[in-house]
C-alpha cells in the first residue's frame, strides 16, 4: 500500500508561483511513476505534468508547458510540481497518484494510477 499526502496548496493571485509537494510512505517509491492530476469545479480531473519512476522523463499537459515543472526527490520519497505564472484557470484541487507501472506510457490516463492523495486546493484570483 501506499499513501501520497499533498501539500502546499493556497491562495495566490494571478502571476504567483506555489511549489506543491506530495510525500509517499511505502518503500517502493523509486519505482513508481508520479503524476499531478486537477480537478475544477463542475468539470472532470485533468491531468497536468508526470514524471517517470527515475526522473528522467517529464511530461506536461500543453496548457501548463514552460509554466510548470515536476520533478521527484527518491531519497525523500517526495514528487513537487513547481507553479510559475498562475491563473485563474489553474484553479482547482490538485491530486498526487502513483502508478504501480514501472514501464508506464499513458502518463496522461487516470485509470493508470493506483494511488492517489487526497489533494490541496490552489486557488488563483485574478
Known amino acids: 500500500q501506499v499513501q501520497l499526502v499533498e501539500s502546499g496548496g493556497g491562495l495566490v493571485q494571478a502571476g504567483g508561483s506555489l511549489r506543491l509537494s506530495c510525500a509517499a510512505s511505502g518503500r517502493s517509491f523509486s519505482t513508481y511513476p508520479m503524476g499531478w492530476f486537477r480537478q475544477a469545479p463542475g468539470k472532470e480531473r485533468e491531468f497536468v505534468a508526470a514524471?517517470?519512476?527515475?526522473?528522467?522523463?517529464?511530461y506536461y499537459t500543453d496548457s501548463v508547458k514552460g509554466r510548470f515543472t515536476i520533478s521527484r526527490d527518491n531519497a525523500k520519497n517526495t514528487v513537487y510540481l513547481q507553479m510559475h505564472s498562475l491563473k485563474p484557470e489553474d484553479t482547482a484541487v490538485y491530486y498526487c497518484?502513483?502508478?504501480?507501472?514501472?514501464?508506464?506510457?499513458?502518463?496522461?490516463?487516470?485509470?493508470?494510477?493506483?494511488?492517489w492523495g487526497r489533494g490541496t486546493q490552489v486557488t488563483v484570483s485574478s
Open positions: 497518484a502513483a502508478s504501480i507501472n514501472r514501464n508506464l506510457i499513458d502518463y496522461d490516463l487516470a485509470r493508470q494510477y493506483a494511488y
Open positions: 514524471i517517470s519512476w527515475r526522473g528522467g522523463n517529464t
